[in-house]
């Protein structure tokens, strides 16, 4: 009985002899995955609705993942966050790719079949956005699955060995005559066929992403917004005061320049919103709703205001901090033109991308300049920061009210609806803590930057090494709403210091120096650094 069952296990060996070699299929296998995103991006770069599935995909891991892993990457990575998914993203694939090419060696339609179900996955994520339309993912799925699958046979066919037909018995092929050996099959393959099937697939897999990216840029709205003359404001903000702008090397700029502003935001590729066919949604719990067009938000009076925005995210001494003069519709205004029902309490920005965010109504009419702001330090909203249009309210973090590419204002109430953060672990109310910030410490001056949007600034102290808080001198004020930019001469000997520094706000409360996490409202603490003076 022995000797005919070694007899079996040696015929089922012969059966699969002349297969291709487990590394040969993994290569297949990731070569083909290639394609098939390659091939879709591709096709969503040429239709009007498409998307890459990358980026689909991107969008709903971004939407699932628990709010601690959201808050642990974004403290890590800060704006970097977005690249690493999608590599990330592209990695996962791959491996998938090389895992069903493996399978494919003995059953090519496990491979095939994979790579329809991995397509699937892409178009449902596409279709899950509000922008895409049916069509685009469709096409570009059925595409972007035929060239993998295609690929797959291909590059199976190139790495196995002459003389031996593939187990799909449509794949079966003649012999071709041998030029190298694959050890993990047994049999003889073509190199040079080899190499040459897996170079027309990275050249494909490239030009494909590639293409698909320069056909989607040339969609993009920056012509259209470089076009925009943005109106005068009917309520222009003054000038900034003699000495609100220090001139020390380092120093974070009293205005920071649109492309230096920081970005966080859920979305991973920039959403590019045509204005023309734009519009703004005001609805809820009103008494007469409203939709304006781009041209119509336009032509409403504009006031110009300057404001300060910061993330909840940021770190102690974090960058996610920027000041600038924002344009726009007051939002006051049009909540007015709406008529706010009883029991409006929270107003909902929603954006294109399906975001939300969400303040107290009270808010919008306190006399802040809470606005729909149309324009950042003199230009359109760039696209990166909400263009055509985005929510601006002093005092309050970006998360709860900072809406970019708004399409939509609601009054709603608290109970009713949470904007997209608050089910992640973060608080509803978001009042900007009292933050300052070292950005200078040479041998001769410390300097930084000290915010409380809405309070104001009055007071910066410096403690160097333990001892008495000394008092900055402070830049002239630009306005409550914004930073203050401040310093303090300092000579010293070389060596190693430590240096921290606090600030007061304008009701007088100085920033605490326990330190607590960005979650779920802020982080708090005095910013201390060691600087080595040589």
């Given at each position: 009985?022995?000797?005919?069952?070694?007899?079996?296990?040696?015929?089922?060996?012969?059966?699969?002899?002349?297969?291709?070699?487990?590394?040969?299929?993994?290569?297949?296998?990731?070569?083909?995955?290639?394609?098939?995103?390659?091939?879709?991006?591709?096709?969503?770069?040429?239709?009007?609705?498409?998307?890459?599935?990358?980026?689909?995909?991107?969008?709903?891991?971004?939407?699932?993942?628990?709010?601690?892993?959201?808050?642990?990457?974004?403290?890590?990575?800060?704006?970097?966050?977005?690249?690493?998914?999608?590599?990330?993203?592209?990695?996962?694939?791959?491996?998938?790719?090389?895992?069903?090419?493996?399978?494919?060696?003995?059953?090519?339609?496990?491979?095939?079949?994979?790579?329809?179900?991995?397509?699937?996955?892409?178009?449902?994520?596409?279709?899950?956005?509000?922008?895409?339309?049916?069509?685009?993912?469709?096409?570009?799925?059925?595409?972007?699955?035929?060239?993998?699958?295609?690929?797959?046979?291909?590059?199976?066919?190139?790495?196995?060995?002459?003389?031996?037909?593939?187990?799909?018995?449509?794949?079966?092929?003649?012999?071709?005559?041998?030029?190298?050996?694959?050890?993990?099959?047994?049999?003889?393959?073509?190199?040079?066929?080899?190499?040459?099937?897996?170079?027309?697939?990275?050249?494909?897999?490239?030009?494909?992403?590639?293409?698909?990216?320069?056909?989607?840029?040339?969609?993009?709205?920056?012509?259209?917004?470089?076009?925009?003359?943005?109106?005068?404001?009917?309520?222009?903000?003054?000038?900034?005061?003699?000495?609100?702008?220090?001139?020390?090397?380092?120093?974070?700029?009293?205005?920071?320049?649109?492309?230096?502003?920081?970005?966080?935001?859920?979305?991973?590729?920039?959403?590019?919103?045509?204005?023309?066919?734009?519009?703004?949604?005001?609805?809820?719990?009103?008494?007469?709703?409203?939709?304006?067009?781009?041209?119509?938000?336009?032509?409403?009076?504009?006031?110009?205001?300057?404001?300060?925005?910061?993330?909840?995210?940021?770190?102690?001494?974090?960058?996610?901090?920027?000041?600038?003069?924002?344009?726009?519709?007051?939002?006051?205004?049009?909540?007015?033109?709406?008529?706010?029902?009883?029991?409006?309490?929270?107003?909902?920005?929603?954006?294109?991308?399906?975001?939300?965010?969400?303040?107290?109504?009270?808010?919008?009419?306190?006399?802040?300049?809470?606005?729909?702001?149309?324009?950042?330090?003199?230009?359109?909203?760039?696209?990166?920061?909400?263009?055509?249009?985005?929510?601006?309210?002093?005092?309050?973090?970006?998360?709860?009210?900072?809406?970019?590419?708004?399409?939509?204002?609601?009054?709603?109430?608290?109970?009713?609806?949470?904007?997209?953060?608050?089910?992640?672990?973060?608080?509803?109310?978001?009042?900007?803590?009292?933050?300052?910030?070292?950005?200078?410490?040479?041998?001769?001056?410390?300097?930084?930057?000290?915010?409380a949007p809405t309070r104001g600034i009055e007071r910066v102290e410096v403690r160097i090494d333990g001892g008495p808080w000394q008092q900055a001198t402070l830049a002239a004020a630009l306005g409550d709403d914004c930073w203050r930019q401040w310093f303090h001469p300092w000579e010293r000997s070389p060596g190693r210091y430590v240096i921290a520094v606090r600030a007061t706000d304008g009701t007088g409360e100085t920033q605490t120096a326990e330190r607590t996490d960005i979650a779920p409202n802020g982080a708090s603490g005095h910013h201390t650094i060691q600087v080595?003076?040589?």
């Open positions: 009985m022995a000797p005919k069952a070694a007899s079996r296990a040696d015929a089922g060996s012969a059966e699969h002899q002349g297969a291709p070699g487990r590394v040969s299929g993994a290569v297949a296998g990731l070569l083909a995955v290639g394609v098939t995103l390659g091939v879709a991006e591709l096709v969503a770069g040429l239709l009007s609705g498409g998307r890459s599935f990358v980026v689909a995909l991107g969008d709903v891991v971004i939407g699932l993942v628990p709010g601690w892993l959201e808050r642990a990457v974004i403290s890590t990575l800060g704006s970097n966050d977005k690249p690493f998914l999608i590599l990330n993203i592209v990695v996962v694939s791959g491996l998938l790719g090389a895992a069903l090419g493996i399978l494919s060696v003995r059953r090519f339609l496990v491979g095939a079949g994979g790579i329809a179900v991995m397509t699937a996955v892409g178009v449902a994520a596409s279709l899950s956005d509000p922008q895409t339309d049916v069509a685009g993912p469709l096409v570009a799925g059925v595409a972007a699955a035929a060239g993998g699958i295609l690929a797959l046979w291909a590059l199976l066919r190139a790495a196995r060995p002459s003389g031996v037909a593939m187990s799909t018995p449509a794949l079966r092929d003649p012999p071709r005559d041998p030029a190298a050996r694959d050890p993990a099959a047994g049999g003889l393959v073509d190199r040079k066929h080899l190499l040459g099937a897996a170079a027309a697939a990275v050249v494909v897999a490239g030009a494909g992403a590639f293409g698909g990216r320069v056909l989607a840029a040339r969609k993009r709205v920056e012509a259209i917004r470089q076009a925009i003359r943005i109106p005068r404001p009917a309520r222009r903000a003054p000038p900034a005061p003699a000495g609100a702008a220090l001139d020390i090397p380092g120093l974070t700029p009293l205005y920071v320049p649109n492309n230096d502003f920081y970005r966080i935001d859920t979305a991973l590729l920039v959403p590019q919103v045509d204005p023309a066919s734009w519009s703004l949604e005001v609805k809820g719990r009103v008494d007469r709703p409203f939709t304006l067009s781009y041209a119509e938000l336009m032509a409403i009076p504009h006031i110009e205001a300057d404001v300060t925005l910061s993330c909840v995210s940021n770190e102690i001494g974090g960058g996610l901090v920027g000041n600038a003069r924002w344009q726009g519709v007051l939002l006051a205004d049009l909540l007015a033109r709406a008529g706010i029902q009883r029991g409006a309490t929270q107003v909902i920005g929603r954006s294109v991308d399906g975001f939300t965010a969400g303040f107290p109504t009270q808010v919008a009419l306190d006399g802040r300049d809470a606005m729909v702001a149309v324009a950042m330090n003199g230009e359109p909203l760039p696209a990166a920061h909400g263009f055509p249009a985005r929510l601006v309210v002093p005092g309050l973090y970006g998360y709860v009210s900072a809406t970019k590419w708004l399409t939509a204002i609601e009054l709603t109430s608290f109970d009713e609806v949470d904007g997209y953060w608050i089910p992640r672990g973060w608080d509803k109310e978001a009042p900007i803590k009292t933050q300052s910030r070292i950005e200078v410490a040479s041998s001769q001056v410390i300097a930084g930057v000290a915010w080595d003076i040589v």
